[in-house]
Nanobody
Framework: VQLVESGGGLVQPGGSLRLSCAAS????????MRWYRQTPGKERESVAW????????NYADSVKGRFTISRDNTKNTMYLQMNSLKPEDTAMYYC???????WGQGTQVTVSS
């Protein structure tokens, strides 16, 4: 199982980023997929999840209305479109397949002026 997150970076408050999670080594289209984030000294928190076919999504209250999770099962890839970014969104972002105990290396998002 391999999960590779990308797309992070430094962005000003109010800006946007699109994260990607490229998955391999498992049947991606059969798993609910999730985005998490973590800042130093804090527990990893769930940001959003998406159902197998992509028809159902769920978001943490802190990102609702600003982030959009999506997936392309033909490309074994999941995305997180992040708009109206705030400094408190600064974190390492990870993707994960529900029920599988594997994590990627994460991608750093820093929101700062």
């Amino acid at each position: 199982v391999q999960l590779v997150e990308s797309g992070g970076g430094l962005v000003q408050p109010g800006g946007s980023l699109r994260l990607s999670c490229a998955a391999s080594g498992f049947a991606f289209s059969r798993y609910v997929m999730r985005w998490y984030r973590q800042t130093p000294g804090k527990e990893r928190e769930s940001v959003a999840w998406i159902s197998i076919a992509g028809g159902t999504t769920n978001y943490a209250d802190s990102v609702k209305g600003r982030f959009t999770i999506s997936r392309d099962n033909t490309k074994n890839t999941m995305y997180l479109q992040m708009n109206s970014l705030k400094p408190e969104d600064t974190a390492m972002y990870y993707c994960k397949a529900s029920g599988l105990a594997y994590w990627g290396q994460g991608t750093q998002v820093t929101v700062s002026s």
